[in-house]
């Protein structure tokens, strides 16, 4: 979540970990499940 809220998209995290957006995706997937508020506008 630390790097989320500094680069501030699923895209930025993706170029961050130098890892597919659609794997970010997915961790966003199980953090929104965890009650966090990463990847969607509210």
Not at 3 to 17: E, I, P, T
Request: charged content about 15%.
């Amino acid at each position: 979540m630390a790097a989320y809220r500094q680069v501030g998209s699923v895209s930025g995290l993706a170029d961050h970990f130098n890892v597919p957006r659609y794997t970010v995706q997915g961790w966003a997937r199980q953090l929104r499940k965890q009650g966090h508020a990463i990847g969607r506008v509210s």
